[in-house]
């Protein structure tokens, strides 16, 4: 790659910003069209053809890339990140990679060591990210660390190891401090109801958690199972918790500046944030002033009473339609969640299947649907876009039910009214969707990790043969789009995953006649998703006048093995003619805010 100022003068005086020479752009335009370079000018493309076309913007000022035959794509547009939820993760110390005992210790010690006595040290859970298979089976051990192993590496603060999210059964594990501040003291027994508090020899039964005792003293050990407040809350979690830090703004804040560049090293360059977000997140992405592109949708409490309800989408109903902000910071809409996880036995499905602590399990919707009706004609009436996220076929349905309603009163068809996951939507619901406009946002990250626990342990070849149906969704002419949710966050990873569909415990292959092209899976994750924003004039291919969004990769994805398709670098990532991340030799172009 070198790096070079023209001297050939352009139209205008000054000429383009930036030229990218000798490349292999596809510019996922509607004829998937390669060029060999392309021109930047004010933040947009002016020109995609050849050398001699993006050559002859150039000026005295423009900056001259060539990529040496490397493959330009359209910047990835990420709809359901999670940038603020997992931001928070960046103040915990992180423990990837850990294989013992022993690494887990020597992470906490040298976190103590830096850290003044009585702070507080929280980790993230055990295992690699984000789906922390086969533990604790996977440490040369066998098992976690006790309390008193993590008293040796941190003898004066509070040690937290937190808890996988998801995965059914899990364990926080603390330390000797730790659990004396939250209430669990040596020779002390939790009171409370026997709906609430049960003691065992095994255990101290805290509605949902429990915390396991020393079969020789009766102590706690340091390990506290189904510590899962997201899915499956005890009354027991904040309580037991209290010692941590608080969610603070700051917090918030800091986690979102620290997280923000590992999206960007990804190669995603707008970002989606339509789930469980919460009204700070908001506030940090516009004081910092992030190069990403963010677009926001701000969480209904469906507990509220109707006509708070109503106030709050009547004060934001100034993002009616297609949204409010610019290509920075844009108010999407407003978000709800119908349902759960299947792993955490809250997805509502169409037939029982089996829970994750044994048992059949037909769980009901979080929202009662009369309430969900309610809030969705409430959106409809002040012209706000509702993102419902569902994971099963009966949640699916209800808010198909729910959405044919609304329609009879306000047209939905041209609302782009957004569906999440929706792992199992039937062949029927999707051409329902069809009818109704509803763009969906799903992953197949799912599929990596969940393939083997839940949709074929749990839910049955049926579902696990048709989860995350892509290729139904787009035979229905369906604009899917693509997201990374929980992980992994590289884009790269989630296209190819798109195309493998495999299955991260076991390597198996999932619904092998569910998968997709390259270039459909390109599509999904630049066109569609600009389709999903209201943004597919100015978003999602490499067109002249489009904002000017590329990635630069260490790889072509359209003609590379397929499996080679995840381990392709994201060189450089660029948003608005901005260099925003760089690897190697494009490290020395990032340019900094």
Same mark, same amino acid.
């Given at each position: 790659?070198?790096?070079?100022?023209?001297?050939?003068?352009?139209?205008?005086?000054?000429?383009?910003?930036?030229?990218?020479?000798?490349?292999?752009?596809?510019?996922?335009?509607?004829?998937?069209? %390669?060029?060999?370079?392309?021109?930047?000018?004010?933040?947009?493309?002016?020109?995609?053809?050849?050398?001699?076309?993006?050559?002859?913007?150039?000026?005295?000022?423009?900056?001259?890339?060539?990529?040496?035959?490397?493959?330009?794509?359209?910047?990835?547009?990420? %709809?359901?990140? #999670?940038?603020?939820?997992?931001?928070?993760?960046?103040?915990?110390?992180?423990?990837?990679?850990?294989?013992?005992?022993?690494?887990?210790?020597?992470?906490?010690?040298?976190?103590?060591?830096?850290?003044?006595?009585?702070?507080?040290?929280?980790?993230?859970?055990?295992?690699?990210?984000?789906?922390?298979?086969?533990?604790?089976?996977?440490?040369?051990?066998?098992?976690?660390?006790?309390?008193?192993?993590?008293?040796?590496?941190?003898?004066?603060?509070?040690?937290?190891?937190?808890?996988?999210?998801?995965?059914?059964?899990?364990?926080?594990?603390?330390?000797?401090?730790?659990?004396?501040?939250?209430?669990?003291?040596?020779?002390?027994?939790?009171?409370?109801?026997?709906?609430?508090?049960?003691?065992?020899?095994?255990?101290?039964?805290?509605?949902?958690?429990?915390?396991?005792?020393?079969?020789?003293?009766?102590?706690?050990?340091?390990?506290?199972?189904?510590?899962?407040?997201?899915?499956?809350?005890?009354?027991?979690?904040?309580?037991?918790?209290?010692?941590?830090?608080?969610?603070?703004?700051?917090?918030?804040?800091?986690?979102?500046?620290?997280?923000?560049?590992?999206?960007?090293?990804?190669?995603?360059?707008?970002?989606?944030?339509?789930?469980?977000?919460?009204?700070?997140?908001?506030?940090?992405?516009?004081?910092?002033?992030?190069?990403?592109?963010?677009?926001?949708?701000?969480?209904?409490?469906?507990?509220?009473?109707?006509?708070?309800?109503?106030?709050?989408?009547?004060?934001? /109903?100034?993002?009616?339609?297609?949204?409010?902000?610019?290509?920075?910071? #844009?108010?999407?809409?407003?978000?709800?969640?119908?349902?759960?996880?299947?792993? #955490?036995?809250?997805?509502?499905?169409?037939?029982?299947?089996?829970?994750?602590?044994?048992?059949?399990?037909?769980?009901?919707?979080?929202?009662?649907?009369?309430?969900?009706?309610?809030?969705?004609?409430?959106?409809?009436? #002040?012209?706000?876009?509702?993102?419902?996220?569902?994971?099963?076929?009966?949640?699916?349905?209800?808010?198909?039910?729910?959405? /044919?309603?609304?329609?009879?009163?306000?047209?939905?068809?041209?609302?782009?009214?957004?569906?999440?996951?929706?792992?199992?939507?039937?062949?029927?619901?999707?051409?329902?969707?069809?009818?109704?406009?509803?763009?969906?946002?799903?992953?197949?990250?799912?599929?990596?990790?969940?393939?083997?626990?839940?949709?074929?342990?749990?839910?049955?070849?049926?579902?696990?043969?048709?989860?995350?149906?892509?290729?139904?969704?787009?035979?229905?002419?369906?604009?899917?789009?693509?997201?990374?949710?929980?992980?992994?966050?590289?884009?790269?990873?989630?296209?190819?995953? /798109?195309?493998?569909?495999?299955?991260?415990?076991?390597?198996?292959?999932?619904?092998?006649?569910?998968?997709?092209?390259?270039?459909?899976?390109?599509?999904?994750?630049?066109?569609?998703?600009?389709?999903?924003?209201?943004?597919?004039?100015?978003?999602?291919?490499?067109?002249?006048?489009?904002?000017?969004?590329?990635?630069?990769?260490?790889?072509?994805?359209?003609?590379?093995?397929?499996?080679?398709?995840?381990?392709?670098?994201?060189?450089?990532?660029?948003?608005?003619?901005?260099?925003?991340?760089?690897?190697?030799?494009?490290?020395?172009?990032?340019?900094?805010?």
């Amino acid at each position: 790659m070198n790096d070079t100022r023209s001297s050939a003068l352009g139209p205008s005086a000054f000429g383009a910003d930036m030229v990218v020479v000798n490349a292999n752009v596809i510019t996922a335009d509607p004829a998937f069209r %390669t060029a060999q370079a392309v021109a930047v000018t004010h933040g947009r493309f002016s020109a995609v053809g050849t050398q001699a076309e993006a050559m002859a913007l150039a000026g005295p000022r423009t900056r001259v890339l060539d990529l040496a035959g490397a493959t330009v794509l359209p910047g990835f547009i990420d %709809t359901h990140g #999670h940038l603020g939820m997992f931001g928070r993760e960046k103040h915990y110390v992180d423990l990837a990679g850990a294989r013992s005992v022993e690494d887990i210790c020597a992470a906490i010690r040298a976190a103590a060591a830096a850290t003044p006595p009585g702070t507080p040290i929280l980790t993230t859970p055990i295992g690699d990210p984000p789906y922390f298979f086969d533990m604790p089976k996977g440490l040369a051990e066998g098992r976690f660390p006790n309390r008193w192993e993590l008293d040796r590496a941190a003898p004066e603060h509070p040690v937290y190891v937190t808890a996988p999210t998801h995965r059914v059964p899990n364990s926080a594990l603390f330390n000797s401090l730790a659990l004396r501040l939250a209430g669990l003291p040596d020779g002390e027994i939790p009171r409370g109801g026997a709906n609430r508090v049960r003691i065992t020899e095994d255990c101290y039964w805290l509605d949902g958690i429990e915390v396991v005792r020393d079969p020789v003293t009766g102590d706690p050990t340091g390990e506290l199972r189904n510590m899962q407040p997201a899915y499956n809350p005890s009354i027991f979690f904040e309580r037991l918790t209290a010692f941590a830090p608080k969610h603070t703004y700051e917090y918030i804040r800091e986690g979102i500046r620290k997280m923000a560049p590992d999206f960007l090293a990804g190669g995603t360059t707008t970002l989606l944030e339509n789930h469980l977000t919460l009204p700070e997140e908001m506030r940090a992405y516009a004081e910092l002033d992030l190069p990403l592109r963010v677009f926001f949708a701000f969480t209904v409490d469906w507990r509220r009473p109707l006509g708070e309800i109503e106030d709050m989408l009547r004060t934001i /109903s100034f993002a009616a339609g297609g949204g409010f902000g610019n290509d920075r910071l #844009h108010i999407a809409g407003v978000c709800i969640g119908i349902d759960g996880p299947h792993w #955490h036995g809250r997805g509502v499905a169409d037939n029982p299947y089996p829970g994750p602590y044994g048992g059949m399990v037909m769980p009901g919707p979080v929202v009662p649907p009369e309430i969900y009706l309610s809030i969705a004609r409430l959106a409809a009436r #002040h012209g706000l876009r509702l993102h419902t996220c569902v994971g099963g076929r009966g949640a699916v349905q209800i808010v198909l039910d729910t959405l /044919s309603e609304i329609d009879k009163e306000f047209a939905l068809k041209d609302r782009r009214w957004v569906l999440e996951h929706a792992e199992f939507a039937t062949r029927a619901q999707i051409a329902e969707c069809g009818r109704l406009g509803v763009v969906p946002t799903t992953t197949t990250n799912f599929i990596w990790g969940k393939g083997a626990e839940v949709f074929l342990d749990r839910m049955g070849p049926d579902y696990a043969d048709n989860a995350v149906p892509l290729r139904w969704w787009l035979d229905e002419g369906v604009p899917v789009a693509q997201s990374t949710d929980w992980g992994p966050h590289e884009a790269m990873f989630t296209l190819w995953q /798109s195309l493998a569909r495999k299955v991260g415990l076991t390597g198996e292959v999932l619904g092998p006649d569910q998968r997709i092209s390259r270039e459909e899976a390109i599509r999904i994750f630049t066109n569609n998703g600009a389709h999903a924003l209201f943004m597919e004039n100015e978003l999602g291919s490499i067109e002249t006048g489009k904002l000017a969004d590329l990635v630069v990769l260490s790889d072509d994805p359209v003609t590379c093995a397929e499996d080679d398709i995840k381990d392709i670098e994201v060189q450089a990532t660029v948003i608005g003619g901005r260099v925003v991340h760089g690897r190697g030799a494009f490290s020395s172009l990032v340019e900094r805010q």
